[in-house]
């Protein structure tokens, strides 16, 4: 891979806000502009063809002597070869070039606008069902050729890269994610093959059974005492949001502060969501609650072993995740009330909490509007009045974990990405970093007269890495909006709607876990605002 190589995504919109007669009509168009992109290929390869017929007549003439520069030579007519042939390569190259904006404009049409036909979404669930089939009845043999399929696209990827990088045996698997994890959840959650082929669910199902073991085991080492209390900023982490993009923004900022990845001497530290209140022009509050994902450490409540209550099929389960406890515990401090509107916004881990929380609290709280980026939750069964964005990237994994792609209703909306490498521009050529870690994305309007068919990663390395980084999914959502779509602009209309107001306080709470109750004089004074603590 060169120096100056750098990564893009390329976005796919499923489900959303469809109307039958458009859609139809822009399929029309795709296939018409596919044709004419066929024809103008035919005719590149024709004009080619007649390229090569020139030089070969013309190698055959190397006797005449106008051919080797003899001028009016008698008995012989001259014949302008070189002009001739430059001319059809000429034409041929751009035949060619016109039949490829052709077919990107045709692939674009249909990207943007959720047209696909029946047989590749047929094609993909038939691939899945046997996959599933295949590691829940044999699960050696499904496990041996998922490890050599992996090893292959681990060295191919690697000679390609021109480093040793194990991160391409997971993006060569991509295609066969989700089905290998819904035959594992098959066969984890003892469900007959049959039944596996009728429901979507048996990662969920697995990931029940197996919490009822771990959430006793997590208990005893960590601890199951949570504390969650109400901590301040030095700085301004969560800013105001007008939009998804700014809230994913935001989520970020968060989220990699948490981790250490960027420095914005804020204070916080890990396992801390963003609550903010917007005030609405009739007096009213609205409210978005934002939740990174695990961090991992020893005594949060956003640790590994929560994610699977969070995925079992059991409501009980999935509310005694000691982070969708947390989260729920910080709304009830923050003071959001039933009959208010509330958008949830999660990343990974964040995400499933936010559409668990939707699932299984709604007659609590009005969670109008779910936005998730790399979260497995296409199980949950979040209510019809709640819309949904997802933002998924094919070779991230951690999204496939549900072993099932999510819903394709008017309210549920999926973007899908796509990562590629695009050769030419710096890592960070279309994006700009301030000091305090903010990074302008792609698409604002100095950067609209870029190629739409897909956006960068900003700050991406030269070398593949794991797609579930939260950049990514930015700049899948980027393009996704770059695209046009309508189902994109809908869902994202009605996400700005409900916090169309504005902010007058944003608080950040943090939560702990441990085997005792944490007591209040030993909390520092700046995060003694609001505490409490109580058991799981």
Known sequence: MSD?????????????????????????????????????????????????????????????????????????????????????????????????????????????HSIYDDAESSARRSMNESLQMMTGIMPEYAGLGGLTFAFGSFVVGSIREGNINPIHAIDGLSWAHEGLMSGLGMLVGGINPIDGLRRTDEVNVAAGRLATLSAPIK?????????????RSNTEVVRASSSVADSLENLRRLGEKRLGKIELNSGLDYATIAIQRYRKEDGSSAWLVTIPGTDGKFDSPFGWAQNIELMSTNPSQRMRADSARMVLEAMEQAGIPSDEPVVL????????????????????????????????????????????????IEDELVAALDGAPNPTTENWLTIRGKATSIPGTGPTSESSASADGQCMP?????????????????DAPQRKEITHWLKYHQAAYQNATDLGSPAVDTHARHFEEIIDGELEQTRYFQGRMSHLPTSTKATAPAQRHAMRTFGG
Request: glycine share 10%; with cysteine; hydrophobic share 40%.
């Open 4 to 112: 100056n190589t750098t990564w893009q995504i390329e976005s796919t919109i499923l489900g959303g806000v469809q109307r039958t007669a458009e859609a139809s009509q822009i399929a029309t168009v795709a296939r018409a502009l596919e044709e004419c992109a066929d024809g103008m290929t035919s005719a590149a390869s024709g004009w080619a063809s007649a390229s090569l017929a020139m030089q070969w007549h013309r190698s055959g003439t190397f006797m005449c002597p106008t051919m080797a520069g003899v001028p009016y030579a008698p008995g012989h007519a001259s014949f302008p070869y070189r002009a001739l042939d430059e001319s059809t390569a000429r034409t041929a190259a751009q035949a060619q070039e016109l039949g490829g904006k052709l077919a990107r404009m045709a692939s674009l049409l249909r990207r943007a």
């Open 219 to 231: 208990g005893l080492v960590q601890g199951d005492i949570l504390t969650v209390t109400e901590v």
């Open 345 to 392: 916004v999660g990343h990974s881990q964040g995400g499933i909490v936010a559409a668990a929380i939707a699932s299984d609290m709604s007659n609590q709280y009005d969670i109008q509007h779910v936005v998730t980026a790399g979260s497995p939750v296409a199980n949950h069964p979040i209510p019809a009045k709640t819309w949904v964005t997802s933002i998924e």
């Open 442 to 458: 792609s698409g604002t309007p100095s950067d609209r007269s870029r190629d739409f068919s897909g956006a960068a990663v900003r």
